[in-house]
Each structure stands twice: as structure tokens, then as C-alpha cells.
């Protein structure tokens, strides 16, 4: 998939396993503490990550870029996440909106997801993000 605005940037749809719950976050309050929470789902469906290189962190570019393999790989969180993807499927692209009541919430609210992960394959072999 790739980011709807510019059709050039490769993305990363994270969804939950089913339904609309990524996780549970749990928490145990400290000794003396007075929060009240002791858990909150996160729901939403659709979580986009940018996919960049590693070494260099440099986004992959869909036109004109050499589509290579390596042993890693970064996916980085958009942040803002955007309001609509373009996906590919069978050769054939169509822009898809995020709507409101799918975008991510904790505690009732919406919430937001920061971070940038490093992927590699168990096997330690090369692969590529674009296969």
C-alpha cells in the first residue's frame, strides 16, 4: 500500500487480529497510588508505518527505486497517521479512507502510537518489504 497523497511512499497497515481491539493495557497500581484504571482496550482498525531502509532510514521510494533485499528493514508510525492509504491489489489502485470510528482510541478517547521498529526475519535471511 502506499501513502495516498504522493503514491510514492511504501505503507504498513497494521490491523488487530480481529475485531477492533489491538490490546489491553493493564495496570497495577503502585503502593499508595490513587489511580483508578485498572484497564483500557485499544481499538481502531487501520495503523499505518512507513517502511524505510536500514542502514539510512530513507523511505522507500516506489518509482524508480531499486527493489533489493536486506536482512532489516525499519517501519515507522505516521504520525499524523493520514486520513486515507492507496492500495494496490491485483494491479489495480484505489484510494481508501480512514474514517473517524476507525482510527485509535484508549480510554474512550483517541489515542496516538509513536515509534519506529526494526524488522528482521528469524531465519536471518534477506527479504524486502516490497515482496
Do not use: H
Request: glycine share 10%; charged share 25%; hydrophobic share 40%.
Amino acid at each position: 500500500m502506499e501513502d495516498a497523497a504522493t503514491k510514492k511512499k511504501l505503507l504498513v497497515d497494521f490491523l488487530p487480529a480481529s475485531g477492533k481491539v489491538f490490546a489491553t493495557l493493564k495496570f497495577t497500581p503502585e503502593a499508595g497510588g490513587t489511580c483508578e484504571a485498572t484497564e483500557s482496550k485499544v481499538t481502531g482498525i487501520d495503523v499505518l508505518a512507513e517502511a524505510l531502509t536500514d542502514p539510512g532510514k530513507e523511505p522507500i521510494e516506489l518509482e524508480g527505486t531499486a527493489r533489493g533485499e536486506a536482512k532489516s528493514w525499519y517501519l515507522e508510525v505516521e504520525n499524523p497517521q493520514p486520513s486515507a492509504f492507496w492500495l494496490v491489489k491485483e494491479g489495480a489502485g484505489k484510494e481508501v479512507k480512514i474514517g473517524t470510528e476507525e482510527k485509535l482510541e484508549a480510554f474512550g478517547v483517541p489515542a496516538t502510537l509513536t515509534g519506529l521498529a526494526l524488522v528482521t526475519l528469524v531465519s536471518g535471511k534477506n527479504w524486502s518489504p516490497l515482496a
